[in-house]
């Protein structure tokens, strides 16, 4: 169910009125970046899963799995180690056969061994699939060492620890390990970690240009790729990452515009900016992606 030789969005999370998950539109925000060729992951950084609540995750969990996506990724990772375990126990209980996606929990300034615990402590607890998340600027200042990642693999094999998703940077130039897949997230990295052997990436802004995002990783066109990276870079410009991207599809559905506190809108100076980079680069929003 999850083919990590791909490329991902980081799929953003669409909220009803009173702010509580709006989990059919989430999913057919999923389906349509999806029919454009980028497979959606669930429930990650972007998707503001640290503020949805856990009954809210496992409703979305259970209407994925009523859905046929070519492959899917689900972000499991909370704070609360119990919290972890239980969403990927029910996930495998409602039949889920992919990897789940998982960072450090975002608190404590975590050392190896304490980061080697609690990813050992849910392997003893519930055997499953993860792609770990390297991702320090959210995860306590904490970043994946090529030595902890190895320790992980040696005490529980490629089977279950099958990849990363590194958004550090510090790692998907220099680790290299056997059937263990290697994404970056961002993707103006995408080609060199594809020639160095890695196999995507996960990203917020492939759902921004998915048609580009699938024609550079199959074809590999130098001219898309810069492309692709300018539009990247708009976004990284406006120092909001994932308040731009819900800014860009609020543009077409106003649901969009929902986030969970403490997330708040981006502002009049910076949408505008946004625009005019945009612009530049003579890029418009694809049609349909936000309907």
Known sequence: MTNLNSIFSASV???????????DATIQHGLNVEKSGVSPAFLGSTSMSQLIELSDKKKLIKQILKHKFKSVLIGTGCNSLGDTINLIRYSL?????????????????????????????????????????????????????????KK???????????????????????????????????EINLLKNLSLGGTGCISATTQICPSLAKKVFEKKDRKDFEKMCAIRRAFDATQNLVTAVHYFLSINDSRYERMLPPLTPLNKEKQKNLLSDLKKIGFYPEKNIAA
């Open 93 to 149: 209980d409602q039949g889920y056969k992919g990897a789940f996606l998982v960072m450090n929990p975002a608190y404590y300034s975590p050392e190896d061994l304490g980061v080697f615990n609690f990813f050992s402590t849910i392997q003893k607890s519930v055997r499953c699939k993860i792609v770990l998340y390297n991702f320090s600027k959210l995860g306590a200042g904490y970043a994946f060492s090529s030595e902890i990642v």
């Open 13 to 23: 999370s669409l909220l009803n009125a009173d702010l509580s998950l709006d989990v």
């Open 152 to 186: 992980l693999i040696n005490e529980f094999g490629t089977e279950t620890f099958v990849g990363m998703k590194d958004s550090t940077g510090n790692c998907w130039e220099n680790l290299k390990i056997n059937n263990f897949s290697m994404l970056v997230g961002n």
